[in-house]
């Protein structure tokens, strides 16, 4: 790993005196700033960056993706959701999913004007305590509120400067060093679903709720004190800061470079990106809820849940690795189209299959390869904004793109849910067969054939002819 990092720290590409408007004050201020340590030294530091944003996704990102554990949980208990559908017990895990990137404008200028750490330390307080209060929940809105807002903003400023600040460490190996730190989303739902569910069996899902928001706050926390901008990054910030010292400036968000925003290619990419995530978690949630309907048990359902993260994982990190070498954009056009596919000719199949052995065996094979390719989008994409847009605007665009995503997950996920509450006239029992799912799926598969077609856009006008981006 210590051969990926790429040293600018000596040439900083800010070049003090040819900056128009400098005045001499911000030039000794940027003059004084430390001097970047050995390339050792930032070899040691990338690794742990490394390793600290991995805890991040692990935790937050992890609990969210293993919601279809407390989907299936809720939907068969009754309670506070006694009278609620799928599709309103989906919007609590589609509130956090959704704010943890809808907030990204305001995690990415907090990480600039203040610190990695502070805002990180912040988002697992929030998570922590979002948790420990959805615990004492009577009503499916004190769940909506908080297992969904307040989990959703911790995540979000936990997840959003992990993302924002590990790009800069690397060049060369950017997509592999992005598919480790986002591979702790798939190994985080390998290890939360299994343990949420015998967790929830064991000693109740309100303990289970609480329990979970003090490890995850002490995870995060712990994780937080390690991260960094790294030192280009760190320089170019304190030139800014030292611009706008003002309070209410320091926290303004970052607009998008007019030339930047009007270009096809940025609308090429928003557009994508939004179909995408309108897309994603739809399956990612409702995976242990349709197991049942083909005959699973509960504890499968959850397990199938771990496959498919464990599948995720090792997809971002393989297809980290191959982005490098074939092109991030080449793979990230390879990655929609065969997540659109494996919709479209595996659990759509399954669906009208129902639970014989076809139906059980398509999906459990699309359930694998959806982890692999789908998952892999989401490690690839920051990757690829920095190779759109340049590092010097990819704080903006990052921060804006991924509260695209956020919109679109917050459209699509609960439309998923209600396609399969649309055929709410017929008898509870055909509502447990897996056919209810088949508009869900058809949804699905749509959205994600719409996002390959907007990716090929973004990859022809990003590289014309060329082979590899």
């Not at 979000?156 to 690397?170: D, E, K, L, Q, R």
């Not at 809820?289 to 464990?310: D, E, F, H, P, Q």
């Amino acid at each position: 790993m210590g051969s990926t990092y790429v040293d600018r720290g000596e040439s900083s590409g800010l070049e003090l005196e040819d900056m128009p408007g400098q005045n001499a004050s911000e030039t000794i201020a940027a003059q004084n700033l430390p001097p970047a340590p050995s390339t050792k030294a930032h070899q040691r530091r990338a690794i742990l960056i490394v390793a600290a944003s991995f805890a991040l996704t692990f935790t937050g990102c992890g609990l969210n993706f293993a919601f279809g554990v407390y989907q299936e949980l809720y939907e068969s208990m009754g309670g506070p959701f006694a009278t609620a559908s799928p599709a309103k017990i989906d919007l609590i895990g589609t509130l956090a999913i959704s704010l943890m990137t809808i907030g990204a404008p305001l995690a990415s200028a907090w990480t600039k004007a203040y610190s990695p750490s502070s805002v990180i330390i912040f988002g697992g307080f929030m998570l922590g305590l979002g948790n420990v209060l959805a615990s004492f929940g009577q009503r499916l809105w004190h769940f909506l509120l908080a297992q969904g807002v307040l989990v959703g903003i911790g995540t979000c400023m936990s997840y959003i400067p992990a993302v924002t600040v590990s790009p800069g460490w690397f060049d060369q190996r950017r997509g592999l060093a992005m598919g480790i730190v986002l591979s702790g989303t798939g190994v985080g739902g390998v290890s939360w679903a299994p343990a949420l569910r015998a967790l929830n069996a064991h000693i109740g899902f309100r303990d289970t709720l609480r329990l979970t928001g003090a490890v995850g706050f002490v995870l995060i926390a712990t994780a937080g004190l390690v991260l960094k901008w790294d030192p280009e990054s760190q320089r170019r910030n304190e030139l800014e800061s030292s611009r706008t010292s003002s309070g209410l400036r320091r926290v303004r968000i970052p607009l998008v470079n007019w030339q930047v925003a009007r270009s096809r290619k940025f609308l090429a990419q928003a557009i994508s990106a939004t179909l995408q995530s309108a897309a994603y978690y739809a399956p990612v949630y409702f995976l242990s809820a349709y197991a049942r309907t083909l005959g699973y048990s509960a504890t499968t359902g959850a397990n199938l849940i771990a496959v498919s993260n464990a599948t995720s994982a090792t997809g971002k990190v393989a297809l980290g690795w191959a982005a490098d070498r074939f092109g991030r954009l080449n793979t990230l056009f390879v990655c929609t189209f065969v997540s659109a596919i494996t919709t479209l000719g595996l659990w759509l199949p399954s669906t009208l299959a129902g639970a014989d052995s076809m139906g059980k065996a398509l999906f459990v094979a699309f359930a694998i390869l959806y982890g692999v390719f789908a998952g892999a989008y989401v490690s690839l994409f920051p990757t690829a904004l920095v190779e759109l847009f340049g590092v010097q605007n990819f704080a903006s665009v990052n921060g804006f793109l991924y509260m695209v995503r956020g919109l679109g997950t917050l459209v699509g996920t609960p439309l998923a849910g209600l396609l399969i509450d649309s055929r709410g006239h017929m008898s509870s029992a055909t509502l447990q067969k897996a056919s209810a799912y088949e508009r869900t799926t058809i949804l699905v598969g749509a959205l994600l054939a719409a996002t390959t077609v907007a990716v090929f856009w973004v990859r022809l006008e990003a590289a014309g002819a060329k082979l590899k981006a």
